[in-house]
């Protein structure tokens, strides 16, 4: 069971999980005062580098960008040290407006930026003692099976009715002898007359429900084991001091955690109460939660191969004070894994959506100022 968690600390944002060098486009724009020189020119071509460095950190997540205005100023000072060339794509003079704009492709060193980064956040610069410890648990799943129920529908119908009849009936008659030398003769007659009255009025109703009831999902954990050393560097070279869970939680606490995840999102409060007791005896005060759930796979258009997505989730809490306080959350961000076959591609999918998972997470941290 213990090969099936792994425990760290961070959640994600689009990020590029393996590329080191990447491609992002920029522009900059100037004004001059009478003619266009070489100087403006120049002004525009940094400002357009810069802005593509800034174009990286924004598709990036909210964190990473406001980690790189820590360290705007050292990018703009030293620009040939993050971008490997540039390429002018598109430049305009607006000589009526005085204004020259100019477009850039840039190749950025990301793995530069990256140290730059990591070393002007705060648990860089504090000392050892001064590190917070953390234990991470990252659950991979896919769905084991899914319960759907058929809409329940109640109809009703209800009708009301009333009537009326009224029935008058008389009758009138006459009769009559006449004698006349030897004969007699009679004569008779009759009137019947009747009057009926007849009123109905009907009421429906009809009307009813619809309840529906939402899938019912159960999982099956997969292994980590192929993402775990990469996940605990990344929190590791950020500066943070990764603990074992498997040396923290016991058994019983590794179970508990495997089961809640297998049948939703969150930890029931009995195993959330007793893995946050296990760290504060082990004085841990950071935990991090995150699930790697995977979808089913399908050919990618593009390549012909088999194309996986993993959504993940999480949040880091701070167990410091007498409360656990939630200090990082990312909603849920896909990731893709690409591969020949479908083992190829939900182990690639997982490794790369942990990686960036604990990026973004670090990134979350740093700007909340935890060391």
Known sequence: MRKYLLMGMTLLFPLFVCAQVVTVKGVG??????????????????????????????????????NFEDI????????????????????????????Y???????LNVAKLRNTLRKSSNVHKATVAEKSQLVYVFVGREADS?????????????????????????????????????????????????????????????????????????YRI?????????????FSQSGFIVADPEFVLDDREIRAVNKDFSSGSDLAPSTMRSVVASLRKSNIPLLVLATLDVGVPYQDDATGMQRVAVTV????????????REVASVPAVQYFGVG????????????DASVAAAREIVSRLNVAGVQ
């Open 101 to 107: 704009t100019v477009a850039v492709r840039v190749e």
């Open 72 to 99: 705007e100023e050292k990018v703009r000072a030293n620009l040939d040290k993050f971008i490997l060339g540039t390429t002018v794509i598109n430049e305009q003079d607006q000589s009526g407006m005085n204004k």
């Open 146 to 218: 899914v319960r759907s129920y058929d809409a329940r529908v109640v109809k009703r119908a209800q009708a009301s009715g009333k009537s009326r009849e009224s029935d008058t009936k008389s009758t009138s008659g006459h009769e009559g002898e006449t004698i006349t030398g030897n004969s007699i003769s009679t004569s008779a007659t009759r009137t019947d007359t009747r009057n009926v009255t007849f009123n109905s009025s009907v009421r429906t109703e009809t009307g009813g429900s619809v309840t529906r009831k939402a899938d019912k999902t159960t």
């Open 313 to 324: 989730t999480g949040r880091v809490l701070d167990l410091k004070s007498g409360l656990p």
């Open 222 to 234: 997969l292994p980590l084991s192929n993402a775990k050393t990469a996940i605990t560097s990344v």
């Open 340 to 351: 020949p076959d479908n083992a190829t591609a939900q182990t690639k999918g997982l490794k």
């Open 29 to 66: 724009t100037t004004t001059y005062s009478t003619w266009l020189t070489a100087s403006d020119k120049q002004k525009a071509y940094e400002s357009a580098q810069v802005s593509a460095v800034e174009r990286y950190f924004a598709e990036n997540g909210e964190a990473e960008s406001q």
